[in-house]
């Protein structure tokens, strides 16, 4: 059964600091997503990652995949208060195996969550 | 691009009663996904839909919950009789599905339940 842990859960941070949330997941995919959850609101899409090393930036957000060491981070950089949410890993259950390529459409299994609040 | 809608947002309703929800995907999208998302959780699986028919309802407590998508497209969601653990925010995603690169989900606003 595939696992998504994530931490720390709770992140309080000073704008202006940087700072690593990981997400470590159980067994071998190579297909991994960052959501941001705003209180009250649905879960909006980050970052996709499809392959061992890949690495997307968005504005003071980056995330990363290490397949190898099934292991996804999402680095903030200089946090701002805008960023406060509570940050998803989602892992892919179908892609693990090369039977399930082009099969059908993969399950997505989340992590519990960090909230991250940024203080001025 | 119009998104995934879900109704109704709000829904208290006692035990033992019954509940439906709706939900309209991204159209062209044939991977539907009801989650259910309890306070301060990560979102758990309840059941996907390739078009029209179940891949995965493994989570599904189907002795009250079930769910159809009709004609491949809108789908709900219903439970009875509700309990009060099933109290939490009930999430529809939508993806294009099928192949290797049409796999991300994009998430509706969700319906959240009390049950009192």
């Known amino acids: 059964e595939l696992k998504v842990e994530q931490n720390p859960l709770f992140l309080s941070m000073q704008e202006g600091k940087n700072y690593t949330i990981y997400c470590n997941y159980s067994?071998?995919?190579?297909?991994l997503y960052w959501y941001r959850q705003d209180p009250g609101k649905s879960l909006e899409s980050l970052f996709v990652?499809?392959?061992?090393?890949a690495v997307k930036q968005e504005g003071r957000l980056m995330a990363s995949l290490d397949t190898k060491a099934r292991l996804s981070t999402l680095h903030i950089t200089a946090a701002v208060h805008d960023l406060s949410a509570t940050y998803f890993c989602a892992v892919d259950s179908r892609w693990s195996a090369p039977s399930n390529y082009g099969g059908s459409q993969g399950n997505l299994i989340f992590g519990k969550g960090t909230k991250l609040s940024v203080k001025p | 691009e119009a998104g995934v809608a879900q109704s109704p947002r709000y829904k208290i309703i006692e035990k033992r009663q019954s509940v439906a929800f709706w939900c309209n995907p991204i159209?062209?999208?044939?991977?539907l996904y009801w989650y259910q998302q309890i306070l301060g959780q990560g979102p758990k699986l309840l059941i996907q839909?390739?078009?029209?028919?179940?891949?995965?309802d493994s989570q599904l407590p189907k002795d009250r919950f079930s769910a159809e998508r009709l004609k491949g497209v809108d789908s709900t969601l219903k439970i009875q009789p509700a309990k009060l653990e099933d109290s939490a925010v009930y999430l529809c995603a939508s993806s294009l599905g099928g192949g290797r690169s049409n796999t991300e989900a994009f998430f509706g606003q969700g319906t959240r339940l009390t049950v009192v």
């Open positions: 067994t071998t995919s190579d297909r």
């Open positions: 159209s062209g999208h044939a991977t």
């Open positions: 990652l499809l392959s061992n090393g």
């Open positions: 839909f390739q078009n029209n028919g179940v891949v995965d």
